[in-house]
Nanobody, 115 residues
Framework: QVRLVESGGGLVQPGESLRLSCVASGTNIFRINTMGWYRQVPGKQRELVATITSAASTNYADSVKGRFTISRDNALNTVYLQMNSLKPEDTAVYYC????????WGQGTQVTVSS
């Protein structure tokens, strides 16, 4: 059974940084799949933050370009999201996803940016 576990969320002040991690278990297909980070705030649809393909090609939402960096370590079945220069509007629950289409989702980790 595929399981994704996110960690690294928390409460930070504007301008600070956080690094999210997502570890996948129960799968031997991590390295060949696109991984993604998404976020959701109450009352809004979940939105794409960043994706990284098996070839390490990356894609970012315009709102995070230049501030966030997605990376992956296939040996550890882990995908990361380095978030710098955080803004209050980055506050959300962040989810990682394995695959495209329906895919597999983690339970999410809360990121709160507030002074």
């Amino acid at each position: 059974q595929v399981r994704l576990v996110e960690s690294g969320g928390g409460l930070v002040q504007p301008g600070e940084s956080l690094r999210l991690s997502c570890v996948a278990s129960g799968t031997n297909i991590f390295r060949i799949n696109t991984m993604g980070w998404y976020r959701q705030v109450p009352g809004k649809q979940r939105e794409l933050v960043a994706t990284i393909t098996s070839a390490a090609s990356t894609n970012y939402a315009d709102s995070v370009k230049g501030r966030f960096t997605i990376s992956r370590d296939n040996a550890l079945n882990t995908v990361y999201l380095q978030m710098n220069s955080l803004k209050p509007e980055d506050t959300a629950v962040y989810y990682c996803k394995l695959g495209t289409g329906v895919g597999y989702w983690g339970q999410g980790t809360q990121v709160t940016v507030s002074s």
